[in-house]
Every structure is written in structure tokens, then in C-alpha cells.
């Protein structure tokens, strides 16, 4: 079994998971007390995040390419 097919779509689904969480906290009330800069700050983390897991997971994509050729 080809565990890069798998870590390619659970790093793509961790993005979309992130980023749907941090647009969710930007654009709603959902946990009160979470204000000002606490909440920007878990926002930029989350996106911070996300944007590494799909990183990393272009890069397995690509070593997977090179590695058929």
C-alpha cells in the first residue's frame, strides 16, 4: 500500500480543516471570551498550520513523481 497517497490527502484535508476553522472563528461568535488579539492570533496559527500541511504535502507529492520516473 502506498502510505504518500495518504499522507498527501490527510495533509490536504488538515488545510481545508484549518482554514475552514479559522474562517469560522473570523467570521462568527463562536467561542465567547475569544477576543482582539487572542482570537487574530489563533486565526493566523490555524492558517500558519495549514498552510504547512499542504506544503508538506506538495512536497510528498512531488518526491513521489520523481521517484516513478
Do not use: Q
Not at 17 to 30: I, K
Amino acid at each position: 500500500m502506498n502510505f504518500r497517497i495518504i499522507h498527501v490527502f490527510l495533509g490536504s484535508l488538515v488545510f481545508l480543516a484549518a482554514f475552514g476553522l479559522a474562517g469560522y472563528l473570523a467570521f462568527s461568535e463562536a467561542i465567547p471570551g475569544l477576543f482582539g488579539w487572542k482570537r487574530w492570533f489563533l486565526i493566523s496559527v490555524l492558517c500558519a498550520y495549514g498552510t504547512f500541511r499542504l506544503l508538506r504535502a506538495i512536497k510528498t507529492l512531488k518526491e513521489n513523481d520523481e521517484e516513478e520516473r
